[in-house]
């Protein structure tokens, strides 16, 4: 006894070794057969669903346009190009900058801005509302100077044809200015219903409208129609975060601007207007520093020419006052040295006087908006003119896309970097020409004093003759080349074009949502899915008997005497009202089992038990005796769960003595055995309920019981208490020669079947085997017993 208790360890519930996928496959494979029904109702139930969601829900649309990003090459700024104006940076081209600028704030609004998108027209369902664009059978005209209620529905409905119902219901809502499109306060909360007619204009604190006949469709009588104002900043935000710039492919020119929505037609119209305000984006900004140069040259022209006219009328006014004649030549060489000396000096000094007023912006601010191009300049200047382009560029990027970005983006302090060091090197670059411009004016002034020398030397009216023709022809040449370079700049701003083109006008291009091909493909995966994970989970979660397969995988070594069907009938007795059934046919199958189990001649007693009640050993062990009696043994059954005797009400002996009463001395043998009225067969009742069942088994006189049972019976069956709950069963099992343990098809607990099983085997109880109960004809691997031959359809 001290070394089977050293060896004896707790049971552990075995796992399927794997050695057999196939096996376990087919099992998994059997489950999911046995359960169609499952798949019938899910597969209708979740396409029907998918069907009402495709219905009552609002289809998303995909717009696309296709825009061409035009490429040139980058220019330095030169005399002959000086007043182009254009010229943009490389950055600016760049496809990543491009989908900055188009998906900015200020684009998206300036957008808005031209569209009608300021109200919403709805039209009212059971389930849901649908937005109506250019169908509505009403239009809204609103004062845009009068605050108006926004996001709050106004419902609209037709009473008459001349009459309409309006009515406004909210606990609240913020009112907008639409000429300064600003939020000017907040409407508390309102009931509002009217009685209008077509075009009469509605007056109230928080809105001010009126409303009109469209020219699409009439007004349908009794239909719910409601309208929303909404602010040009929330749509630029919304159609912003809808709005969608991807290239053709990586490295392409080519861009694809999308944008999403329930309404085709706002999409199209917006897309389309976008595709515009890029156009004149780009087109304003090749033209911006050309427009600035326009207005600076005018104003220069201004001044020279009043100027110029004052020296005309001092050289009349001269020559009439003196007479004078035509000079000479050596004079007239002079003069003319002296013009070109002075003319150049006046150049340099425009020249120095713009370089100073750029150096001073930029030590206080760059802004863009006050910034004008050099007039004059020439080839030496290339570099400054190429930085201050690219400034240009840089700062006009910079002020696009900072809202797009936070401060922290990468992109946006590489931007600032760049921005920083531009006007480092353009600071640098205008000392070198102030320093280049200053040594021209040195050299000039000093040519000029040489001149002045011998001009002195002319008689005093040429001399004074020439200082005012002199004046004049500067004049007059600086006004001609100023005319000059207003055509030329004219001329480039006429002739420029959009770096962009439209190649593909704005269209739909798909259904984003609902996808009916992809969402009837994933309703019927998930009906054949749901029903399968259900089937397998519920099997990993069963801690229940399934089969035969769960007892060869927990105790191959434990033979399986039988396999008991299910009893379709209301019939205990099965053997003797339904003899020709495949239950009854398992029970002969188990008999002769029996008689080839591991047990001699001599073995008579069969003990009939189980883990726990309800589990069938009662109607397993009245049928076994049935069947045992049929073959000619006599057979007497023992009804030995005293704590709940089944056999007494199925032989009907509850007022008779039986097993409690004989153990306890009180009756004899005579007195507790019956004839059941069948062949061969008799019962010995439990009697009353006893208050110490174990202790009367324990008795001297349940060995002599079996003595005598033995020598009068050839088989004897004992109906014992379930041997996983109470001690009586294992008791029993010391007068038993054969012991059937009844195991119950989903009933019984693997583990408590398993720790009472072990635990009989750990004390070398021989003889063991398992009958299974209730299993269900139908089921795979079961299908060797017959119901039509046997004459019994289920």
């Known amino acids: 006894m001290e070394e089977q208790t050293e060896n004896h360890q707790p049971y552990v519930i075995k796992k399927s070794s ?50 061409l990003l035009k490429s040139s090459q980058d220019r330095t700024i030169t005399q002959s190009g000086l007043m182009e104006g254009f010229g943009l940076s490389p950055e600016v081209r760049n496809i990543e900058n491009q989908t900055f600028i188009i998906k900015s704030y200020r684009i998206v609004k300036k957008a808005i801005d031209r569209l009608d998108f300021g109200v919403s027209y709805f039209t009212h369902g059971r389930i849901k509302d649908t937005e109506v664009y250019n169908q509505s059978p009403f239009r809204v005209t609103f004062d845009s100077i009068h605050p108006q209620l926004l996001n709050v529905p106004i419902h609209v409905t037709c009473i008459s044809p001349e009459k309409l119902l309006v009515k406004v219901s909210t606990e609240g809502g913020r009112l907008h200015d639409y000429s300064s499109q600003k939020d000017v306060g907040y409407c508390g909360n309102l009931q509002f219903e009217k009685e209008i007619t077509w075009g009469e204009t509605i007056h109230h604190d928080s809105f001010s409208f009126k409303i ?60 389309d207007v976008l595709s515009e305000v890029i156009m004149e984006n780009n087109l304003e900004r090749k033209n911006d520093m050309a427009t600035r140069s326009l207005t600076f040259i005018k104003k220069q022209l201004v001044s020279v020419a009043d100027s110029l006219e004052k020296v005309q009328n001092e050289l ?192 739909i291009s798909y259904i984003v949502s609902p996808n009916k091909k992809n969402n009837y493909s994933k309703a019927f995966m998930i009906g054949l899915l749901l029903p399968g994970a259900f089937i397998v989970i519920r099997e990993l979660l069963n801690n229940k008997i399934r089969g035969k397969d769960d007892l060869e995988q927990l105790f191959p070594q434990l033979p399986l005497m039988g396999v ?106 005579e007195d507790i055995i019956f004839n059941t009225g069948m062949n ?46 109470v001690a009586d069963g294992r008791m029993l099992m010391d007068y038993s020669d054969c012991h059937l343990y009844v195991v119950r098809v989903n009933h019984t607990n693997k583990e408590h079947m398993g720790h009472t099983l072990h635990n009989l085997m750990s004390e070398n109880v021989k003889s063991l085997g398992i009958i299974l109960n209730d299993v269900n004809s139908k089921e795979k691997g079961y299908g060797y017993y017959s119901t039509e031959y046997y004459g019994y359809k289920e």
């Open 316 to 507: 009349m006014t001269y020559r009439k006052s003196n007479r004078f004649m035509v000079p000479s030549e050596y004079s007239s060489k002079l003069a003319d040295q002296y013009y070109d000396i002075e003319k150049d000096l006046k150049l340099l000094q425009i020249r120095k006087d713009y370089f100073n007023y750029l150096d001073e912006k930029l030590e206080t601010d760059f802004n863009i908006d006050n910034f004008m191009m050099l007039a004059v300049s020439d080839e030496s200047n290339g570099l400054v003119n190429q930085l201050v382009t690219q400034l240009f560029s840089l700062k006009e990027e910079y002020e696009l896309i900072k809202d797009n970005a936070e401060g922290t983006n990468p992109y946006i302090q590489n931007l600032a970097s760049k921005v920083t060091l531009t006007e480092t090197n353009l600071h640098k670059a205008i000392q070198q020409v102030l320093n280049d411009i200053k040594l021209q004016e040195n050299e000039l002034k000093g040519s000029l004093l040489s001149l002045d020398a011998k001009m002195n030397q002319l008689p005093e009216l040429e001399k004074h003759y020439y200082d005012i023709d002199r004046k004049y022809k500067l004049n007059d040449a600086i006004y001609t080349f100023l005319l000059q370079k207003h055509s030329e700049n004219q001329i480039t701003k006429a002739s420029n074009t959009p770096d962009n083109e439209i190649l593909d006008t704005p269209t």
């Open 18 to 67: 794997g050695g057999d996928g196939l096996f376990d496959m087919k099992r998994i494979i059997n489950l999911l057969l046995h359960n169609w029904y499952l798949f019938i109702i899910s597969v209708p139930l979740c396409l029907g669903g998918v069907y009402i969601y495709h219905r009552y829900t609002i289809p998303v649309y995909r717009a696309s346009a296709t825009i």
């Open 212 to 271: 009109t006949k469209g020219s699409t469709r009439p007004c349908q009588p009794g239909v719910d129609y409601y309208f929303l104002f909404r602010s040009h900043a929330s749509l630029a935000g919304e159609y912003r975060g809808r709005l969608g710039v991807s290239p053709f492919r990586e490295g392409s020119s080519i861009l694809f601007i999308s944008a999403t929505g329930t309404t085709p037609g706002k999409l199209i119209r917006f897309l």
């Open 564 to 669: 008991i069907m299910h009893n379709h009938t209301s019939s205990q007795d099965v053997i003797h009202n339904h003899p020709h059934t495949i239950i009854s046919e398992s029970f002969r199958s188990l008999r002769t089992k029996i008689k080839f189990m591991n047990c001699t001649d001599e073995s008579k007693v069969i003990s009939v038990s189980s883990t726990n009640t309800g589990e069938g050993k009662t109607f397993c062990a009245q049928n076994l005796a049935c069947v045992f009696s049929i073959s000619g043994k006599r057979t007497v059954l023992l009804g030995f769960d005293m704590r709940k005797p089944r056999l007494t009400e199925i032989f009907d002996l509850k007022n008779h003595a039986g097993l409690s009463n004989y153990l306890s001395g009180q009756q004899a043998f």
């Open 680 to 725: 061969n067969l008799f019962v010995i009742p439990a009697g009353p309920v006893p208050p110490n069942p174990s202790e009367l088994i324990e008795g001297e006189r349940t060995s002599v019981l079996f003595d005598r049972l033995r020598k009068e019976f050839d088989v004897i069956i004992i109906d014992s208490p379930p041997v996983g709950l």
